[in-house]
T-cell receptor, first 108, second 117 residues
Framework: GIQVEQSPPDLILQEGANSTLRCNFS?????LQWFHQNPWGQLINLFY???GTKQNGRLSATTVATERYSLLYISSSQTTDSGVYFC??????????FGTGTRLLVSP | GAVVSQHPSRVICKSGTSVKIECRSL??????MFWYRQFPKQSLMLMAT?????????EQGVEKDKFLINHASLTLSTLTVTSAHPEDSSFYIC?????????????FGPGTRLTVT
């Protein structure tokens, strides 16, 4: 099946710093989503981005489908950005395969 | 955005008993729902795909007789963990997608933390 790897696995930032999270996948996909899992476990939809670039406030994402990777940019990080970031992909009928995750800690 | 709820949020049960978890789509009809399991500090793993009015499809390695799934309406899917054992302790999360939203985009419930003693 498809493999989804995220990097870095762990990231520690000072408040106000910028960061880039990467998601590599091993096959063509028809869906790619980025999620933020908060400390209570809730998955929050950040982007639905099978291709192209999107921006939402301090967050933006780019997926280069032909090269099988996606990037999530976080600018001016805040302590509330802490948590785990997952990318997830599907190649067929909505079944999502989740990546390994990036655990982010933003310190004041 | 679409809202998915789960109940209960947390449950503790004794080994050998059964536990039912509900997943509801609150503001849209979900022809398909998905059930995931997440162990501490790990990623989410898909357990099964639940289709309204038909049998669920289980991923390889998931015991269908242990994890019973029912999707009786377009807004409700249930997961029953039968004869639970401590190794079934985990975080269970459901998701739903529906045509008319961003077609393939999925929305997730808040999860249910199951502890089997």
């Amino acid at each position: 099946g498809i493999q989804v790897e995220q990097s870095p696995p762990d990231l520690i930032l000072q408040e106000g710093a910028n960061s880039t999270l990467r998601c590599n996948f091993s096959d063509s996909v028809n869906n790619l989503q980025w999620f933020h899992q908060n400390p209570w476990g809730q998955l929050i939809n950040l982007f639905y981005i099978p291709s192209g670039t999107k921006q939402n406030g301090r967050l933006s994402a780019t997926t280069v489908a032909t090269e099988r990777y996606s990037l999530l940019y976080i600018s001016s990080s805040q302590t509330t950005d802490s948590g785990v970031y997952f990318c997830a992909v599907s190649t067929g009928f909505q079944k999502l395969v989740f990546g390994t995750g990036t655990r982010l800690l933003v310190s004041p | 955005g679409a809202v998915v709820s789960q109940h209960p949020s947390r449950v503790i049960c004794k080994s050998g008993t059964s536990v039912k978890i509900e997943c509801r789509s609150l503001d849209f009809q979900a022809t398909t729902m998905f059930w995931y399991r997440q162990f501490p500090k790990q990623s989410l793993m898909l357990m099964a795909t639940s289709n309204e009015g038909s049998k669920a499809t289980y991923e390889q390695g998931v015991e269908k007789d242990k994890f019973l799934i029912n999707h009786a309406s377009l807004t409700l899917s249930t997961l029953t963990v039968t004869s639970a054992h401590p190794e079934d302790s985990s975080f269970y999360i459901c998701s739903a997608g529906a045509p008319g939203l961003a077609i393939r985009e999925q929305y997730f419930g808040p999860g249910t933390r199951l502890t089997v003693t």
